[in-house]
């Protein structure tokens, strides 16, 4: 039978900026991941051994394992002085099913979505799957707010989606940055999803602002978190969801009608995790910042890269002289033996980009920049 | 500003609108909650074994956690290994031969459904369910953005779907008929004759069919699990089938199961699960590889208690006035008409629905039963049997006890 897929998936396909992940030659040096290096910090390990072998093997709560939501929603609640309970919580299937849920449970057909980029991906996936109208919103050139363009594209949006710190900038939007959004949608009913996956992936000890933090941004706030980054846990899949009781709870009725309720272990040693808090990851912390400012000091003595300084999250995104189209630039970083993501990927504003990851080790870094020194002074 | 903006909290998507709180888990959760303030309360809820992990696949998850290739994202797909040994145990077990490019590993059962039916529907297309039906189905439906139609069987035909039925719902928008059997709620099992003679129609009228076979070990006295598309080849091309490591192998909280189907219907589900949730949690893609790759000694065990317990069952629930149940021969689940007891008094209070009997049932007698209103079906109860025989038998004693009152 002729089989023809779904409107709503034809729409994701075609609209993706994201490529299909095409094979990498060996001995390519890779830049391109979004994943800590590391492996997950032993506590959190043992902690899902002990779950297994205590027979946290049934189907749990379909909201999220009870003592994890409480968990997460008293940290909320300090956070935001906001009385979250957790009835306000959802505990997914990785930030990314946060994203997809939150996304499919309030945008109609037709809403405008108001993505500041360059951004993460997946909201532009998740948008389309909804059949929003994504509103690409360009950041200034230092990968700040542009809060004319912002304040004349939100008029009657249904959600702004924000990441921060950004991915693939390393932007972090400050305390005063938040509140002059939370100013420009008050009195609207906007709603703003909020993707902090990098919170504690912020450098020089600057302390990070969350939105939670901000009043002004609390009745709109659809808060989504993932233990991916903060713990190197990508490959166990927890995420979740903090929101008014009431946005919660339609997030919630999609959330599990694709995906039930999520491995019941894992979500212990999730718990263990947040337990022990961030100090657990203060290694890789320190280690991404050594790499950061390693990039930094190759690439400033670039001609032909200049980049921003990241204050969070693990990627550069560089910007780069040459006339070539993004593809072509990095099929040819790719021929010189190196792989990063396309500026593109994150919007249209990334043209003339490269994302770098420096979740890889320095010795990794050295040889990558290398190539990509050799590749662009060879254009 | 204007006055007419709402509260942000309000705006919820219409798509949520179509989507019931799963019936399933409100008598659920009250009985829970008595549970936990230390009620006696005998519960029939239980949509999954009462039985362990098997040790064999729990040692393998404890092995997986240390190794950090499990800590990263893996393909979305899932694991290559896992993706093969799904084919070969899907050709071991039910005959159906299948490649690896097949097979989408999914965070259960339940991921793999919406998948199946969001690659499969636009907006406006139907989805035929023989009702009585497992409550995720037309959830599943409306948020791809289908249009769930129920074809209603009751016990007289054992709550088998005839191709006549079938016939009598299908209309120009019809594009997917759902095929659950052994069943959830009703434990019907069709035999090779209907599943053969529904596949056939299916293909004549190019129906899509999502063939759920979760449940296909748990099947008993003679009964026989068979796979539409194996006993109709042509409908490959057509048909999307559903299964998992939960019900076979005791294994619900780890959230692993599949869909297999034409290898482009697997590739937009892919796509799609790559933005939706990417791969399933790695240490238990491991524990359902170690699950797949070895045999059904467990399963056969299961099997061997939940037959003793299905038999008490219908006959405990027979032996009750105003209660018709048919011999389930799968799942483990009875799926008793309560109908004749509708408009009778008890204690007091005159019963108006399965759904209102249920929390009566729960309230007096401290027995928690699912009502047939969250299959699609009012004036049925559904009990499980996955729980002990002494439980058991305590649990039908109390319902006989307080529906014998029904006057
Ligand atoms: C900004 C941001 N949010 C969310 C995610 C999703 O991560 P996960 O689904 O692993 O939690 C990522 C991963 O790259 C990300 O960069
Ligand atoms: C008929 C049927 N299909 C599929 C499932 C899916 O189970 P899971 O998502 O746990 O694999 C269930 C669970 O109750 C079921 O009853």
Known sequence: MLFRQSQAIERVARASLRPAGGLQPPGTVSLAQGEPDFPTPEPIVEALERAVRDGYTRYGDMDGDPELRETIAENAARLSGTPYTGRSVLVSHGGAAAITAAILATVNPGD?????????????????????????????????LDFDRLQAALDQARMVVLCNPVNPTGAVFGREELQRLGECLSGTDTLLLADEAYADIVYDGQPFTSSLEVDSLQERLIYVQTMSKTYAMTGWRVGYVVADEAITASIRHVHRTMNSSINAAVQRAALE???????????????????????????????RLEAHQPDGAFYVFARHFSDLPA???????????VAVRSGPEFGP??????????????????????????????? | MTETVSAPSRRVSARIGGIAESATLAVDAKAKAKKAAGEDVVGFGAGEPDFPTPAAIVAAAVAACADPKNHRYTPAGGLPELKEAIAVKTRRDSGYAVTAGQVLVTNGGKQAVYEAFATLLDPGDEVLLPAPYWTTYPEAVKLAGGVPVDVVTTEDQGYRVTVEQLEAARTERTKVLLWCSPSNPTGAVASPQEVEAIGRWALEHGIWVL?????????????????MPVVVPELADQCVVVNGV????????????WLIGPVDVVK??????????????????????????????????????FDRRRQTMVRMLNEIPGVDCPEPHGAFYCYPSVRALLGKTLRGHRIESSAQLAELVLEEAGVAVVPGEAFGTPGYFRLSYALGDADLEKGVTRLKELLSEAA
């Open chain 1, 327 to 337: 593809s072509q630039v990095i099929e040819r970083l790719l021929a010189g033996g």
């Open chain 2, 246 to 257: 939960a019900k076979t192998y005791a294994m619900t909280g780890w959230r692993v199961g």
């Open chain 1, 273 to 303: 995790a947040i337990r022990l808090g961030p100090d657990l990851a203060a290694p890789m912390l320190a280690a991404y910042q050594e790499r950061r400012d390693y990039v930094m000091a190759r690439i400033d003595k670039m001609e």
């Open chain 2, 211 to 227: 063939a759920d076979e979760i449940y296909e070990h748990l099947v008993y006295g003679g009964a026989e699990h068979v796979s």
């Open chain 1, 349 to 379: 504003s990334g043209e003339g980009h490269i994302r770098l990851s420096y979740a890889a080790s320095l010795e990794k870094l050295e040889e990558g920049l290398n190539r990509i020194e050799a590749v662009f002074d060879g254009l």
């Open chain 1, 112 to 144: 405008r979505v108001v993505l500041p980029e360059p951004t993460y991906s997946l909201y532009l996936d998740a948008v389309q799957l909804a059949g929003g109208q994504p509103v690409f919103v360009p950041n200034h050139a230092d990968h700040h």
């Open chain 2, 268 to 305: 937009a589900a892919t796509n799609l699960q790559s933005h939706a949730t990417s791969n399933v949690s790695n240490v238990s893609q491991v524990a359902a590889l170690a699950a797949v790759s070895g045999d059904l000694e467990a399963v056969a065990q299961m099997r061997a208690a």
